[in-house]
């Protein structure tokens, strides 16, 4: 890392000339500050998978799991515990350094828990960095996870605080920088961003990134999503947005957070080699690969692979376990599975 100066002071103002910058001066600025931080050539890449799909209590108006939408999306029960492993086994097969697990709830019930932290675990113990995705959590559950070994937690602000409530009432705004409070308070890395091309205005995406860049600690890792338009949901009919501003966004949030993983997140599977060329210049140097994101498509590994070879980019290298170490943590499953499969029940249907 460099010892490059680091803000938390950004106004909307500076924020908003920055995207309105030429593109060519944008790019360049963006990818200066990007080689004195990463290796410009490196990318770190994620799987990530849900343990608990659908019928989430929430109004998110872009969000397929939505038990308020028709999506045609079946529910899926609290996955066990072995299977979380296999699909951790085969990410990290794949090149992955960080294994994500994601569930449609509001917050996590306290019975969650337990499942939860020997998901943490053992996933852990193959070697890969960890992430979950639960909704809103309280110190004393952040904590939990924490103690488990949790490396990351995702909780996206999705937008600006004046655009929000057209988005989600059924959450606000501070209970999100809350659970961020709880996660930071915890020991855990923060992974927080937003979605992009949701009907926002230009202010807005700089509102954005001025939530973020402002925190006293910049999230670890900033996704930044384009809008994936799923039928049945609110947002199913809005109009694309411009991808250059997509592109703008990256850079933005390169120049404002130059310590941060930025990571390109839904919506690379209708993106261009090209667009995606164009991100990892304006700064992007991570993603979530695979077949899917929670519930909406993304590229394949091989896909991905061969672009990373005509950009000439590799992934990042996450720490390895012993062979023994991971034949430990399979019978260690298998143990839990014999003494609690009694016990998993449809987390869908709270």
Known sequence: MSDIALRHDWTREEILALFAKPMNDLLFEAQTIHRQVYDPNEVQISR??????????????????????????????????????????????????????????????????????????????MGMETCMTLGMLSAHQAQELADAGLDYYNHNLDTSPEYYGDIITTRTYQERLDTLANVRASGMKVCSGGIVGMGEQATDRAGLIQQLANMEKHP???????????????????????????????????ITMPHSRVRLSAGRESMTDELQAMCFFAGANSIFYGCKLLT????EENKDMTLFKRLGLHPEQGPAAKIEEEKQVF??????????????????AL
């Open 220 to 254: 670890d890792s900033v996704p930044i999503n384009m809008l994936v338009k799923v039928a049945g949901t609110p947002f199913a009919d809005l109009d694309d947005l411009d991808p250059l501003e997509f592109v703008r966004t990256i850079a933005v949030a390169r």
């Open 48 to 125: 990530l998978l849900s343990i608990k799909t659908g019928a989430c209590p929430e109004d998110c108006k872009y969000c397929p799991q939505s038990a308020r939408y028709d999506t045609g999306l079946e529910k899926e029960r609290l996955l066990e515990i072995e299977k979380v492993l296999t699909e951790a086994r085969s990410a990290k097969a794949a090149g992955a350094s960080r294994f994500c697990m994601g569930a449609a709830w509001r917050n996590p019930h306290e019975r969650d828990m337990p499942y939860l932290k020997d998901m943490v675990s053992e996933v852990k113990a």
């Open 331 to 348: 019978a260690k499953a298998e143990a839990i599975k014999a003494k609690q499969t009694s016990q998993f029940y449809d987390a869908a």
């Open 296 to 299: 909406t498509a993304n590229p």
